[in-house]
């Protein structure tokens, strides 16, 4: 039987929420394989739809129908993601899940995802022009704004606010793991890649039109393994805060 692994039982250490999100990923993963692809797919949308009429790929909105598939692409990837984490949350909680309820949930938080991420750029932004440091700071501290949106039903502000909150004195620690994590997944892509160099080059005759092939199934591949990594991570991060949080306003925070 799955191991209860959202929201952990105490307050976690940086190597215990790490560990987490890798469980939450290895429980996942093939469950949550089919969003993935078609996030990778999603993003790459306009450039599908530049291949088919003829432009080149770094055309990506030079007309009306290339903005519509972009803001199409867009809405695919949000809803897919939040269906994703949909489905990781209630793998963790070993609960039973439904594709439609995840993908109807997703679709309608689209708008309010999409005010978070204007709300945090225009932060992030104004932060580096003010000064570098809070411009990151910002990126940190409201990267667990969509989650708590389509998790916990909170509004665009709401949910700025909360993840603030909960990051608040956890802003280096919490930049550590998505460092960590970020640092994982490159390493990740690049072993990958290497080993996709080395196996072309032991079949014979291979030339550039099996390389290129080669090379977006490879995008697409890690691309559906990084997006649960990611999203697995972050749902690790919004539990362990989330149990700080709780034991903080029961006056028995452990840092």
């Known amino acids: 039987m799955l191991k209860r692994l959202y929201p952990p039982r105490r307050p976690q250490s940086v190597g215990e929420v790490l560990d987490t999100g890798f469980n939450i990923l290895a ?11 078609l996030l990778v797919l999603a993003s790459q949308l306009v450039n599908i739809y530049n291949l088919a009429i003829g432009y080149p790929l770094q055309s990506r909105l030079h007309d009306v129908p290339s903005i519509v598939v972009f803001v199409a692409g867009y809405v695919i990837q949000v809803a897919t993601g939040m269906a994703m984490i949909l489905r990781q949350r209630a793998i963790a909680r070993a609960e039973p899940y439904s ?18 991420g204007f ?23 409201f990267s667990l704004a969509a989650p708590l949106v389509v998790l916990d039903a909170k ?31 490159i390493v990740f892509y690049f072993i990958a890649a290497i080993l996709v160099v080395v196996a072309l080059q032991l079949v014979h005759g291979a030339d550039v039109a099996i390389t290129t092939a080669a090379a977006r199934v490879l995008i697409i591949a890690l ?26 306003a029961d006056g028995r925070t452990e840092n």
């Open 27 to 37: 429980a996942s993963l093939f469950k949550t394989l089919p969003y993935g692809i």
């Open 155 to 185: 509004g665009p502000i709401e949910a700025l606010k909360f993840s603030q909150h909960l990051i608040r004195g956890h802003w280096w620690r919490t930049a550590g793991i998505y460092t960590i994590t970020i640092v994982i997944a």
């Open 223 to 248: 691309g559906a393994v990084s997006f649960p990594y990611i999203t697995a991570t972050a749902l690790a991060v919004l539990g362990d805060l989330k149990v700080r949080d709780a034991a903080a």
């Open 99 to 116: 594709t439609r309820a995840e993908l109807r949930h997703g679709l309608r938080v689209v708008p309010q995802i999409a005010a978070v």
């Open 119 to 141: 709300l945090s750029a225009l932060a992030f932004v104004l932060g580096l022009i003010l000064l570098v440091l809070p411009g990151f700071y910002v990126l940190v501290a």
